[in-house]
């Protein structure tokens, strides 16, 4: 396709000498996926953590060229998965110039396209579209309609003085529309039972029909859905019959390494402020202390949408001290972590017997995964500089809105810091020009002591907004 790409053929005589050859979206996608397989590419760009799991049955569903449901709880990556599969078609594709439903100039279907290739022959106009546009996606919801999905007569179009009887009175629905492209359906169990029997045809028979209309058209669509499991929805189910004609049921989970949490809050989360790895380990090991809960229903799941969104709180809150102190960078701290729990709860859903003590189970997680963080990060360091620091009865006071530097003036030197810095990826050997910010060395001088208190080293207090280490 480069040489066309480069040309770009305006008639099918044009196209036919520059040796096009025709194919259904279903060997498009197989063709590049077994190239990216042999080449060693990427496949799936941007999907974290399905590479052992979920992935190698994609891609054996997409080589048998299987319509297929992707299913799973809430934030398990669905939707981005399946948006993914526009990577996998060809930059650019022909189309019969101004075809409702982008006819392949080779074989037209439509009414309009066929009459012209009939009478146009090599000289039929032809124009390309991007595989961008090749994607179409839709919610399913109660009240969609068949005219939404397959189509409907067009009021106008009779009014202009065709027949009911003419197949030219149609408006193509979203599927129709889809033709030589992909088609998403999010929430399929959501769609009317009445509904999913529309689909029936274009999935099978490859087929529409519209109020009496039986239009033999031949779509060539790749037909995607999702749905979350129906024991927790409630809402719908998809009808046995359909389900029997998707060629493959995939199911996806969520992630089971941490590293792959943290590539994936990186990937995902848009941070206005520095965070530091370790505290985006600790929003991992609190989502998952929270999917094995039993104060939460699992049944619903924690979506990887909790995540991100309390690393976007985290920074944010870090972005507010600086700007109210006056602080040049912002880095957030373990202080900037509780701040963001009330504005989570609404994303969980507990166990009716745990009414009022929502917050409380997320401030127990939320001290786990610090202290289970401090342990893994810094095991076995000598941390005996910071604890000394206390033996005479000294406090030193941090909080939301304490600087970096009036933290850092308490602490006074402590030997060690700097190993701290290291084992927390402040700093790199081989980068000794660029040291530590002042932020950063707060940020970990206060990690440190927090762990310090929930391992019982030392003690603790929070009095108006202000936490005070030691005493």
């Given at each position: 396709m480069s040489q066309m790409e480069q040309e770009r053929p305006s008639t099918v005589g044009q196209l036919r000498e520059q040796g096009y050859v025709t194919r259904g979206i279903k060997q498009e996608i197989r063709d590049n996926l077994v190239h990216r397989l042999r080449s060693g590419d990427d496949a799936f760009p941007g999907i974290v953590g399905f590479g052992e799991s979920v992935l190698p049955q994609l891609e054996s569903a997409l080589l048998a060229g299987h319509d297929l449901v992707?299913?799973?709880?809430?934030?398990?990556?669905?939707?981005?998965l399946m948006r993914t599969l526009v990577s996998l078609l060809d930059e650019w594709s022909p189309e019969v110039a101004g075809c409702e439903i982008h006819d392949d100039p080779e074989h037209p279907v439509c009414v309009r396209c066929r009459a012209l290739a009939a009478e146009l022959g090599d000289d039929l106009p032809i124009s390309w579209r991007h595989?961008?546009?090749?994607?179409?996606?839709?919610?399913?919801?109660?009240?969609?309609?068949?005219?939404?999905?397959?189509?409907?007569?067009?009021?106008?179009?009779?009014?202009?003085?065709?027949?009911?009887?003419?197949?030219?009175?149609?408006?193509?629905?979203?599927?129709?529309?889809?033709?030589?492209?992909?088609?998403?359906?999010?929430?399929l169990p959501d769609l009317a039972e009445r509904i999913q029997v529309a689909l029936f045809n274009v999935l099978e028979e490859?087929?529409?029909?519209?109020?009496?209309?039986?239009?033999?058209?031949?779509?060539d669509v790749l037909l995607i859905a999702t749905a979350n499991p129906e024991d927790y929805t409630n809402r719908g189910r998809i009808i046995t019959p359909l389900k029997d004609r998707f060629g493959a049921e995939i199911r996806t989970h969520y992630l089971t390494e941490l590293p792959d949490e943290v590539t994936l809050l990186r990937q995902e989360a848009r941070l206005v402020a520095e965070v530091g790895d370790h505290l985006l380990e600790v929003l991992a090991r609190l989502t998952r202390?929270?999917?094995?809960?039993?104060?939460v229903d699992q049944r619903s799941g924690v979506s990887a949408r909790f995540t991100i969104a309390a690393a976007e709180g985290v920074a944010a809150s870090a972005l507010r001290r600086a700007a109210r102190t006056g602080e040049d960078q912002a880095v957030a701290r373990v202080c900037d972590l509780p701040l963001v729990?009330?504005?989570?709860?609404?994303?969980?859903e507990f166990e009716m017997g745990e009414e009022g003590r929502e917050r409380a189970v997320l401030e127990h997680l939320l001290k786990v995964a610090v202290a289970t963080t401090f342990r893994e990060r810094l095991g076995?360091?000598?941390?005996?500089?910071?604890?000394?620091?206390?033996?005479?009865g000294d406090v030193v006071e941090t909080g939301e809105l304490v600087p970096a530097d009036q933290l850092l003036s308490q602490l006074g030197t402590v030997p060690g810091l700097s190993k701290v810095l290291d084992r927390l990826g402040y700093t790199d050997a081989e980068l000794t020009s660029d040291p530590p910010s002042v932020g950063q060395a707060a940020a970990a001088a206060e990690f440190v002591l927090e762990g310090l208190h929930l391992t019982r080293r030392i003690d603790k207090a929070t009095v108006d907004g202000r936490t005070v280490y030691g005493g």
């Amino acid at each position: 396709m480069s040489q066309m790409e480069q040309e770009r053929p305006s008639t099918v005589g044009q196209l036919r000498e520059q040796g096009y050859v025709t194919r259904g979206i279903k060997q498009e996608i197989r063709d590049n996926l077994v190239h990216r397989l042999r080449s060693g590419d990427d496949a799936f760009p941007g999907i974290v953590g399905f590479g052992e799991s979920v992935l190698p049955q994609l891609e054996s569903a997409l080589l048998a060229g299987h319509d297929l449901v992707l299913l799973g709880e809430r934030g398990q990556g669905k939707t981005r998965l399946m948006r993914t599969l526009v990577s996998l078609l060809d930059e650019w594709s022909p189309e019969v110039a101004g075809c409702e439903i982008h006819d392949d100039p080779e074989h037209p279907v439509c009414v309009r396209c066929r009459a012209l290739a009939a009478e146009l022959g090599d000289d039929l106009p032809i124009s390309w579209r991007h595989r961008d546009d090749r994607y179409t996606e839709k919610l399913a919801t109660p009240d969609t309609s068949v005219g939404d999905l397959i189509g409907d007569v067009d009021p106008v179009k009779v009014a202009q003085g065709r027949t009911l009887g003419d197949p030219e009175t149609i408006h193509y629905g979203l599927v129709p529309r889809t033709n030589r492209g992909v088609f998403g359906l999010n929430e399929l169990p959501d769609l009317a039972e009445r509904i999913q029997v529309a689909l029936f045809n274009v999935l099978e028979e490859r087929d529409i029909q519209v109020r009496g209309y039986s239009l033999r058209l031949p779509l060539d669509v790749l037909l995607i859905a999702t749905a979350n499991p129906e024991d927790y929805t409630n809402r719908g189910r998809i009808i046995t019959p359909l389900k029997d004609r998707f060629g493959a049921e995939i199911r996806t989970h969520y992630l089971t390494e941490l590293p792959d949490e943290v590539t994936l809050l990186r990937q995902e989360a848009r941070l206005v402020a520095e965070v530091g790895d370790h505290l985006l380990e600790v929003l991992a090991r609190l989502t998952r202390g929270l999917r094995e809960s039993s104060s939460v229903d699992q049944r619903s799941g924690v979506s990887a949408r909790f995540t991100i969104a309390a690393a976007e709180g985290v920074a944010a809150s870090a972005l507010r001290r600086a700007a109210r102190t006056g602080e040049d960078q912002a880095v957030a701290r373990v202080c900037d972590l509780p701040l963001v729990l009330p504005a989570l709860l609404g994303k969980i859903e507990f166990e009716m017997g745990e009414e009022g003590r929502e917050r409380a189970v997320l401030e127990h997680l939320l001290k786990v995964a610090v202290a289970t963080t401090f342990r893994e990060r810094l095991g076995g360091l000598d941390l005996s500089g910071f604890t000394n620091l206390f033996g005479e009865g000294d406090v030193v006071e941090t909080g939301e809105l304490v600087p970096a530097d009036q933290l850092l003036s308490q602490l006074g030197t402590v030997p060690g810091l700097s190993k701290v810095l290291d084992r927390l990826g402040y700093t790199d050997a081989e980068l000794t020009s660029d040291p530590p910010s002042v932020g950063q060395a707060a940020a970990a001088a206060e990690f440190v002591l927090e762990g310090l208190h929930l391992t019982r080293r030392i003690d603790k207090a929070t009095v108006d907004g202000r936490t005070v280490y030691g005493g």
